[in-house]
């Protein structure tokens, strides 16, 4: 196998996303600036990640995709104010798991201020996790310029953000910071909770696995779900053919009986 294949291998069996032959010119491009950076070839560079943890984290970081938006595939947000929330009392706890940079799970915290009206008094916490340290870094920092926060309307905008630290950003405001804690996790790896959550969004990051990945990760979120919890997924992520426990509630969306 040639350098730029041991690269793809290495990152396939650390993240589980499928690097196939065709993804080789991407990978290569991905990776361009950086061995240039680093005045090295692709051999050097294959070596030097087996032996440097950080330069590791730093490629997973280059070859992830951590695209995103504020109110993203908008009916599951839709579907939590208006069937899940109203379900709960007084304590709620959600994982978002693959949060790349953060504009997921402000969108939920969003939802949250929007539709429990006392919400102070709730125990109510939002988890954010994803493999890639800078899409986690942009996400905690919480700072949009204006381009990104367009799909909000004037009140969300108002309830979410404030002016930013840069001329033309946003940042989200401390009441929808309260509510959510950022964490590396990969999704392949021993995940440290110990309690179920009552929902998990984990949308847009299933395609990038094979389907053994797939299944194995499906049936996982499913124990990690409370009984009645709801599980999201990307809207072209249809879990048809993967053996799960899951009742189709809606387009993406699955409860645990
Ligand atoms: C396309 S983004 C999806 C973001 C968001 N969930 C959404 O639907 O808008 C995919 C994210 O999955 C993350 N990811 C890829 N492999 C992962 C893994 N093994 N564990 C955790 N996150 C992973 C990437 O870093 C990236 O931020």
Redesign the pocket.
């Known amino acids: 196998m040639d350098a730029t294949g041991q690269v793809m291998a290495l990152v396939q069996e650390l993240?589980?996303?499928r690097l196939g032959p065709e993804k080789r010119t991407l990978v290569e491009a991905r990776l361009g600036k950086r061995l240039r950076q680093l005045g090295c070839d692709m051999r050097d560079y294959a070596r030097r990640l087996r032996q440097d943890e950080g330069e590791l984290l730093r490629c997973i970081d280059l070859i992830?995709?951590?695209?995103?938006?504020w109110k993203?595939?908008a009916a599951h947000f839709d579907d939590l104010a208006r069937r899940v929330l109203p379900r709960l009392a007084g304590r709620l706890r959600i994982w978002?798991?693959?949060?790349?940079?953060g504009?997921?799970p402000w969108t939920i915290a969003l939802t949250l201020l929007r539709h429990i009206p006392d919400l102070q008094r709730w125990d109510a916490a939002i988890l954010a996790?994803?493999?890639?340290t800078r899409?986690l870094a942009i996400a905690e920092r919480g700072v949009y310029p204006e381009e990104r926060v367009q799909a909000l309307s004037a009140e969300e905008r108002q309830l979410a953000l404030e002016p930013g630290p840069e001329r033309g950003t946003w940042s989200v405001r401390p009441a929808l910071r309260r509510l959510v804690t950022f964490a590396r996790?990969?999704?392949?790896d021993q995940w440290p909770m110990r309690r179920p959550f009552d929902a998990i969004?984990c949308?847009?990051?299933m395609i990038?696995f094979d389907q053994a990945t797939q299944t194995q990760l499906v049936q996982r979120l499913a124990g990690f779900l409370n009984r009645g919890g709801t599980l999201y997924v990307?809207m072209s992520e249809s879990l048809t053919g993967i053996p799960h426990p899951l009742r189709m509630q809606g387009p993406a969306i699955y409860v645990r009986p």
């Open positions: 993240t589980g996303i992830t995709t951590n695209h995103t938006a993203r595939e978002c798991a693959a949060a790349a940079t504009e997921e996790t994803d493999i890639s899409a996790l990969n999704l392949i969004f949308r847009n990051v990038y990307g």
